[in-house]
């Protein structure tokens, strides 16, 4: 009887782990290997329905609204959230990193237009004209803005999409082209863009409790997002204009997005920030044409009719640019921030080393 008390229990011993059959991966883990699968994936969904099936989308109600129509919407709810998240310390790296992210790019592209107007013979290159050359460089698509910082990079970077919206619009363009004052600056366009980020601010600074509520809403709403962005892309119109407007995206990403990185490097130099702080995903993240610059050539030949006859070889050029540079800019992004990281810099340091400083709550 003594040695019963030595008996093995009787429940069986359950298999080692090394035994186990491993968990297997779910399909929408799989796809985190695509660079940036978050918010590339459902724009490529977006893009191929809408060249598919464009009418698909357009059956009204709330598929309409959410898959086709709700760009404005999403994007104001996605600054009202990103908005809620910033801190009013953090109003002076935003703004400055913002302004030297807007002058980077405004400068490259209406210096590259500049260049061709005056130093080539036919005033044009590769069937590019200046016009179409600033309207597509110096307009930056801010829904893929937000949604690629949101993935790749830190709130100050998602925050500086308030002062970029200043490049939105045909104003900048008619300015280099010396054709202001034939046309007033679309300020209401741009207060529009940015109140639904300065309530979400002013929200998130009055109560710790609706920022940590809407702080999700960043992460939620990015494939949202992207399928919107991708329900507004023609594949078809690769075959219309896709040369020169290959020629143009390709010049949009390098040229400005290395302006950009070039014009963040020299912030975080000029400020003496650590080396593992100097974040320059921005900078890749505004090598886009934005949608919006479709229209700049109709509405500079309103205020310019010596335009006209440009009007629609520009839109075709500049719609294709839109189109290279939202399936491309993602992967060039994802680049920049695997090269970051193998630097030793990493965006998370950056925002650690404002918060530090008392800049950033």
């Not at 886009?288 to 009007?311: E, F, K, M, R, S």
Request: glycine share 10%.
């Amino acid at each position: 009887m003594a040695d019963s008390a030595q008996l093995p229990p009787i429940h069986s011993t359950p298999p080692s782990s090394a035994q186990a059959d491993p968990p297997k991966k779910e399909w929408i883990q799989r796809l985190s290997v695509i660079p940036g699968a978050l918010m590339i994936v459902p724009l490529l969904l977006g893009a191929l329905i809408n060249t598919l099936f464009p009418s698909a989308l357009l059956i009204g109600g709330f598929t309409t609204g959410l898959f086709k129509t709700g760009l404005p919407s999403i994007l104001g709810l996605f600054f009202f959230c990103m908005g809620a998240q910033l801190d009013f310390r953090t109003t002076r790296p935003t703004l400055e990193k913002g302004v030297s992210l807007l002058l980077g790019k405004v400068t490259a592209g209406v210096t590259a237009g500049m260049l061709v107007a005056f130093l080539s013979p036919s005033g044009t290159l590769l069937g590019l004209t200046p016009m179409v050359i600033i309207a597509g460089m110096t307009n930056s698509n801010g829904a893929l803005y937000a949604a690629l910082t949101g993935s790749f990079g830190n709130k100050v970077d998602r925050g500086c999409a308030a002062v970029l919206a200043l490049n939105d619009g045909p104003f900048i363009t008619m300015l280099a082209l010396g054709v202001a004052g034939l046309a007033s600056f679309p300020i209401t366009d741009l207060v529009a863009m940015i109140v639904p980020l300065v309530l979400g601010f002013a929200l998130g600074n009055l109560s710790p409790t609706a920022r940590a509520f809407l702080k999700p809403g960043e992460s939620l709403l990015i494939p949202f997002l992207g399928f919107l962005v991708g329900a507004s892309i023609d594949f078809r119109i690769l075959f219309t204009a896709g040369a020169q407007g290959l020629v143009l995206g390709l010049a949009t990403i390098v040229l400005s997005g290395c302006a950009g990185m070039l014009a963040l490097w020299l912030y975080h130099v000029v400020h003496r920030h650590p080396h593992r702080t100097r974040n320059i995903i921005g900078g890749a993240a505004e090598g886009t044409v934005a949608g919006n610059a479709i229209a700049t050539p109709a509405a500079i030949a309103l205020a310019d009719p010596t335009y006209a006859a440009l009007t629609d070889q520009a839109t075709a050029q500049i719609a294709a640019a839109v189109v290279f540079t939202t399936l491309l800019v993602p992967f060039t992004v994802s680049f920049v921030a695997t090269w970051q990281k193998r630097r030793g810099v990493d965006p998370a340091a950056e925002l650690e080393h404002y918060q530090s400083a008392g800049k950033v709550a």
